[in-house]
């Protein structure tokens, strides 16, 4: 998939991911592009995480829990993403889909723990 014309870099960080989630890449920085979700990020830097339904917020797979410093700087969620996290058990309102959130340079050092 092109990204948009907008070449800024920056990076999120992966603040943990549970016991479950085997990959050596499990804490870090990962590189990100504006324009790009953050799905796309983790998964060019093979983070764990997963995509069932390919990115289309309707398997809840990669489902990624915000720090709580950046929940309010990031855009609402989207009505399909907003009723799938709430068809999600206890979903917690630091919880967005990776395949719904597009980054951007406003989001450099967004920090995050991968979901099980
Ligand atoms: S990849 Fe399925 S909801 Fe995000």
């Keep these: 998939m092109p990204l948009p014309a907008c070449p800024a870099r920056f990076e999120v960080e992966i603040v ?9 890449l ?3 920085q990962v590189p990100a592009l504006a324009g790009e979700t953050l799905l796309r ?9 997963l ?5 289309q917020a309707s398997c809840g797979a990669c489902r ?3 720090e709580a410093a950046w929940i309010g700087r990031l855009p609402a969620a989207g009505r399909t993403e907003a009723a799938l996290l709430d068809f ?14 597009l980054l951007g340079p406003a989001l450099d050092g967004l920090a995050l723990t991968l979901a099980p």
Excluded: Y
């Design 41 to 49: 990020a983790l998964q060019r830097a093979q983070a764990p995480v």
């Design 26 to 28: 499990r804490t870090g």
């Design 64 to 66: 990624v829990e915000i």
């Design 51 to 55: 995509s069932i339904c390919g990115g």
């Design 88 to 101: 999600l058990d206890d979903p917690g309102p630091g919880h967005r889909l990776a395949c719904q959130l």
């Design 16 to 24: 943990d991911a549970p016991d479950a989630l085997r990959s050596p």
